[in-house]
């Protein structure tokens, strides 16, 4: 168990690996749309452990593995003993006895990395309320696609400092880019985890300041999934806080935009951003399939 790979934040991976990772993502979405066949992986399975639902991460993950030529297989809590107090430790020598590669969308980190640490197989996280490696992926598969490399780049998140906020403070580090992070008092990232990457990542107040030259802009909705009921709450407390054409015309010329979707389309974006001819919203969603398929590649390879 000790020599298999798993991909839990970046940080699993080094900055040449996940470059690598990016390209070859790019190339499989050329041969997919091109009709290559890219079934390398027949009989492989897929278990996918769902504690948090997602649309973009259920399609992307079973589509994906499918075209590799494997199966997937969705696990919801009601469909374990997980949800019904197995240890995780328990569960995952079980589950991982049956299956070549899991991946998890859950809460707590901790139950990630415990899973992984008890697996035999390629663990990967499909978010966890710290981190969100696999959008980030997609992330920086679009930028490279439209813009060429990020290193170097000035990268603006403006709004909560949640789990997105932090898996960009890791790509700042392992892509290279100075990261400005726009966010209300009480709504910072992991104070441990920006002053570990001090160097190159910054907490400023003022979008309008973040924003200025910025080559990319990120945000995300301002209440994640379990924090519904703050939502009036950090509605007033970001206000000022939207993704909108104004703090647009303060990045540079060619700066693009992100979001790792569902939106809340007139809070932490506007509409007509989203819609918009030159958007790369619907490109970045769709990366989604195309990263993970480098990423589950690259772990079964991995772990042959």
Known sequence: MADTRHFLTLLDFSPAELNDMIERAIAMKQAHKSGADQRHFPGKVLGMIFAKSSTRTRVSFEAGMAQLGGHAMFLSPTDTQLGRGEPIEDSARVISSMVDIIMIRTFGHDIVETFAANSSVPVINALTDDYHPCQLLADMQTYVEHRGSIAGKVVTWVGDGNNMAQSYINAARQFDFELRIACPEGYEPS?????????????????????????????????????????????????????????????????????????????????????TADTVIWNEAENRLHAQKALMETLLLANQ
């Open 191 to 275: 104070p441990a985890l920006v002053e570990a990457n001090r160097d190159r990542v910054s907490i400023v107040r003022d979008p309008v300041i973040a924003a200025e030259g910025a080559d990319l802009l990120v945000t995300d909705v301002w209440a994640s999934m379990g924090q519904e009921q703050e939502q009036q709450v950090r509605e007033a407390a970001f206000d000022g806080y939207q993704l909108n054409e104004e703090l647009l015309s303060r990045a540079a010329s060619d700066a693009l935009y992100m979001h790792c979707l569902p939106a809340h389309r007139g809070e932490e974006i506007s509409s007509g951003l989203m819609d």
